[in-house]
């Protein structure tokens, strides 16, 4: 089973700064099958970005999605203050698919 | 716009049998993966197991023991059954679609989740 680590568990920004996540995999993740969700209290998780670095439709520019092999990283080029919640990156490439632990994004 | 409604008991007793029903609204049933996902304050998310409306189905092997999961395709709809549930199964439960038609896809659709809770 791959097992993802995503750092930092809480990351603490200002709305308009910049935020990096990382998620790392204990295996290469095959062909890039790596996706970011974004949850926030009381919700589903909503997917953000898919083959590592395509966005889902309807997300914002100020996502993007980097990295292949067994690391990969979610930026938020300017944060909005909609944006902290909850961020969980997915390998889909090989069964079972799993989830990293999460990093949560909070207001500073 | 595809939905997904899920529905069954939120509250069980140690030992009973989990049963969870995902109906697919609008949209193509056929050739995706449907599959069911749980999310527990010590896990984290954890992917369950996948059917197709040929029953085709890969389990999670943590599980594969106790898990069962079914499909009837005349109502368009998926189910969970969980066997011998114990506190440790007390999660949110869901049920969702991946992006893609065929295995080994991100989930982009998801059931508003089920709170179930295991307690004598």
């Known amino acids: 089973e791959v097992v993802l680590t995503q750092s930092p568990g809480t990351l603490s920004l200002s709305p308009g700064e910049r935020a990096t996540l990382s998620c790392r995999a204990s295996?290469?993740?095959?062909?890039?099958?790596l996706a970011w969700y974004q949850q926030k209290p009381g919700q589903a998780p909503r997917l953000l970005i898919y083959?590592?670095?395509s966005r889902a439709t309807g997300i914002p520019h100020r996502f993007s999605g980097s990295g292949s092999g067994t690391d990969f990283t979610l930026t938020i080029s300017r944060l909005e203050p909609e944006d902290f919640a909850v961020y969980y990156c997915q390998q889909y490439g090989s069964s079972p698919y799993t989830f990293g632990q999460g990093t949560k994004l909070e207001i500073k | 716009q595809v939905q997904l409604q899920q529905w069954g008991a939120g509250l069980l007793k140690p030992s009973e049998t989990l049963s969870l029903t995902c109906a697919v609204y609008v949209g193509s049933f056929s050739g995706y993966y449907w599959s069911w996902i749980r999310q527990t304050p010590g896990k984290g998310l954890e992917w369950i197991g996948e059917?197709?409306?040929?029953?085709?189905?890969n389990y999670n092997p943590s599980l594969k023991s106790r898990v069962t999961i079914s499909v009837d395709t005349s109502k368009n709809q998926f189910s969970l059954r969980l066997r011998s549930m114990t506190a440790a199964d007390t999660a949110v439960y869901y049920c969702?679609?991946?992006?893609?038609?065929?295995?080994?896809?991100?989930?982009?659709?998801w059931g508003q989740g089920t709170m179930v809770t295991v307690s004598s």
């Open positions: 969702a679609r991946p992006l893609r038609n065929y295995q080994g896809s991100a989930f982009d659709i």
């Open positions: 059917i197709t409306d040929s029953g085709n189905i």
């Open positions: 295996q290469s993740a095959s062909g890039s099958y």
């Open positions: 083959g590592a670095s």
